[in-house]
């Protein structure tokens, strides 16, 4: 961690006291309009290093540890979806207090929706970075056996071990792809800082946490179509490649196409590790919207 905020010189680890959590985060002390960066499931914020230094240069960046991740509040009887909801939009009005630009990748997109449709004024852009945006979409993600496998396997591991001791385990759990079985080692074997890194996280996390993955919302609950046009900003996807193995379909695109024409579609030729894999374009993108 002090290795992290040492090559992050301008940024400070806080944290908030909300009314049912106390969210860790980090800020940088850079004038500008704030710009808040939401993580996916089992992570934190420091996966976000590879974007935080040049994008500090122009933002004030705010990055966020869900509830039941990093160092945020743990510990609770059950995670809910929507309990990530009412922390992002309690940080958003009374830590940052002023329009927001939320970047939200994978979990941190859907959270990230949601709370963007509550914020009104608050939400100054949404940029929905590689996730599901409708209910049809999101079940078919969590029926996905190599997801169900990978989640299962990481919650038995998760919070117990250092991340030098979570690291092998994590290496280790068995997935099933193509009647076959590979491991997350050799799933992500090209990768392995990314390996390094995601057990960091796993070893802060509350097991517990990962129920949200395993617990479909209705649709009420998830229906894009009304959140879309609840939310009064700007709209921003950012899509990976399905065949890289993003997870935001064509499909969900051309629908949020056919509520908000007007929404900017980036199309990048990497997976769902996006920033992980490239930040180059990624933080080009970004950057652009600073002076819009």
């Not at 990055?63 to 929507?82: E, I, N, P, V």
Request: charged share 20%; hydrophobic share 45%.
């Amino acid at each position: 961690m002090g290795g992290v905020l040492t090559l992050l010189a301008n940024i400070d680890e806080k944290t908030f006291r909300g009314a049912e959590a106390t969210l860790n985060y980090a800020e940088s002390a850079t004038e500008g309009p704030p710009l808040l960066l939401l993580h996916g499931s089992s992570f934190r914020w420091q996966t976000f290093s590879s974007l935080i230094p040049a994008l500090c240069q122009r933002w004030h960046l705010y990055a966020l540890d869900f509830r039941g991740h990093g160092k945020s509040s743990q510990g609770f009887a059950t995670y809910r979806y929507q309990h990530l909801v009412d922390d992002v939009v309690e940080f958003v009005a009374e830590c940052i207090g002023k329009p927001t630009v939320i970047y939200g990748y994978s979990l941190g997109g859907a959270v990230g929706f949601a709370a963007a449709a509550r914020l009104g004024a608050l939400a100054q852009r949404m940029i929905i970075a590689d996730n599901f945006l409708y209910h049809d979409s999101m079940l078919e993600i969590q029926a996905q056996p190599l997801l169900q496998s990978m989640f299962r396997g990481v919650q038995q591991i998760a919070g117990q071990q250092t991340p030098d001791a979570t690291l092998p385990l994590l290496n280790e759990i068995k997935l099933p792809v193509n009647g076959d079985e590979i491991t997350v080692g050799d799933l992500f074997a090209g990768n392995p800082g990314f390996l390094e890194m995601w057990a960091e996280c796993v070893s802060q996390l509350d097991p517990k946490v990962l129920e949200i993955f395993f617990t479909p919302l209705t649709r009420e609950e998830f229906n894009g179509d009304r959140m879309l046009r609840e939310i009064s900003c700007p709209i921003v996807i950012f899509q990976a490649n399905p065949a890289l193995g993003g997870i935001m379909p064509d499909r969900d695109v051309e629908r949020v196409l056919s509520v908000r024409p007007e929404a900017a579609v980036h199309r990048f030729h990497l997976g769902h590790m996006m920033h992980m894999e490239n930040p180059e374009p990624i933080i080009s993108v970004v950057q652009t919207l600073r002076d819009l």
